[in-house]
């Protein structure tokens, strides 16, 4: 069965400086991979995601996420922080692309800012 | 933009009650899913539709059940709400892409927050 691990369930950050939000996933053949973030309050919102081709991926809001076979990973990066992105990042697995296709969650990371 | 709508924002209900908790989007998604979302637990999938009266089993469906009798809506049902059922509810929604692809972007509602008391 797949799965995704985040590693770090808090992290704090100032604002204007750099982030990097890991995750691992657990699946033996090539993952679809995503990143979510829920502002308080609200749902769920996609912020980028992998399906092959070159490993590293932009999404909105200035984030980024390489993938990296070797390591099981696929880290969401922001190169300076802004008081808004203050939110709590799921990393999501999904197998295939059909029809039946279901996201596996990890546990998320909850960032905070500080001015 | 799509709109995901769940009908009710903050439910308060007492154990063994029936609880309807209601989604409605608005793009003719396929794909409807409700999850559940516990502090320290992620999201975890309760059921999910791939299309009108088809429904499957996701990781936890013990002590709910689903109905979609409409493409539009995607109902989770409480038959007897107990008190570890309070949590957060998250209904989504997916269509396929131009390739006939589900990319896995999930369309969320804001949250249904039930207590039982």
């Known amino acids: 069965a797949q799965s995704v691990t985040q590693p770090d369930i808090h992290i704090t950050v100032s604002e204007g400086a750099s982030l990097e939000l890991r995750c691992n996933y657990s699946y033996g053949a090539t993952p679809y991979l995503f990143w979510y973030v829920q502002s308080p309050g609200q749902g769920l919102q996609l912020l980028l995601k992998y399906f092959s081709g070159d490993t590293l991926v932009q999404g909105i809001k200035g984030f980024e996420a390489e993938f990296k076979r070797s390591q099981s990973s696929f880290n969401l990066r922001k190169p300076s922080v802004h008081w808004s992105d203050a939110a709590e990042y799921f990393c999501?697995?999904?197998?295939?692309?059909?029809?039946?296709?279901?996201?596996?969650f990890g546990t998320g990371t909850r960032l905070q800012v500080t001015l | 933009d799509v709109k995901v709508t769940q009908s009710s924002r903050y439910l308060v209900k007492r154990t063994g009650e029936k609880v309807f908790l209601e989604c409605v989007q608005d793009m003719d998604h396929e794909n409807m899913f409700w999850y559940r979302q516990d502090p320290g637990l992620g999201l975890r999938l309760i059921y999910f539709?791939?299309?009108?009266?088809?429904?499957e089993k996701g990781d936890i469906p013990e002590g709910y059940s689903v109905s979609r009798e409409k493409k539009e809506r995607f109902s989770l049902i409480l038959e007897s709400a107990s008190t570890n059922q309070t949590s957060m509810y998250l209904c989504?929604?997916?269509?396929?892409?131009?390739?006939?692809?589900?990319?896995?972007?999930?369309?969320f509602g804001e949250g249904s927050r039930l207590t039982v008391l």
């Open positions: 989504a929604s997916r269509t396929k892409t131009s390739g006939g692809y589900y990319t896995g972007e999930l369309f």
């Open positions: 999501a697995v999904a197998r295939y692309t059909g029809t039946a296709s279901k996201l596996t």
């Open positions: 539709s791939y299309d009108v009266k088809m429904k």
